[in-house]
């Protein structure tokens, strides 16, 4: 009984492949298209040299603000954003890190390596300031950027 099915995977296994080679247009390249300029390279492929890591934030986003809510988008370029940390993560290839993240010159900060925007909320009214540091996995800094923005009065404690 197990040669018979045995026999009958095999046979479909062939008939399958036969049939995908079969609808595959003789026009398809053999090879990948060459990259085009401006593509970053592949986060899988080990760099020889990498360019400076940087860090680009955006305003709070308006609507968000207006009703007390603070959404912060940001990107890390020449980086990619992963929660890896230690010393052995400085040899990956290309480069990683994470955010450090203080509210209003706090003495106290978060680290995330989500890579997704920052959200937050219970803000009273008034001005606030949001630093934002780019780390490498050892959480030395490579760049920052603050952001300044002000919950009205009715927008304050969502």
């Given at each position: 009984m197990r040669r018979i099915v045995n026999s009958a995977v095999a046979a479909a296994f062939a008939a399958l492949v036969t049939a995908?080679?079969?609808?595959i247009p003789a026009s398809v390249p053999t090879s990948p298209a060459p990259v085009s300029p401006g593509?970053?390279?592949?986060?899988?492929?080990?760099?020889?040299?990498q360019p400076p890591a940087s860090l680009v934030v955006d305003a709070p986003l308006p609507d968000q603000l207006a009703a007390?809510?603070?959404?912060?988008?940001y990107r890390a370029e020449n980086l990619?954003?992963?929660?890896?940390?230690?010393?052995?993560?400085?040899?990956?290839?290309?480069?990683?890190?994470?955010?450090?993240?203080?509210?209003?010159n706090a003495a106290w900060h978060w680290a995330d390596g989500s890579g997704e925007p920052l959200i937050i909320q219970g803000l009273p009214p008034g001005p606030h300031k949001v630093w934002i540091g780019l780390a490498d996995p050892t959480h030395k800094i490579i760049d920052s950027k603050a952001v300044d923005f002000v919950i009205s009065a009715q927008g304050g404690h969502h």
């Open positions: 995908c080679a079969a609808s593509w970053e390279p592949a986060p899988v492929v080990a760099l020889p040299a007390g809510l603070v959404v912060i988008r990619r954003i992963v929660p890896v940390y230690g010393q052995a993560a400085l040899d990956v290839s290309p480069r990683i890190g994470h955010i450090h993240v203080t509210v209003d």
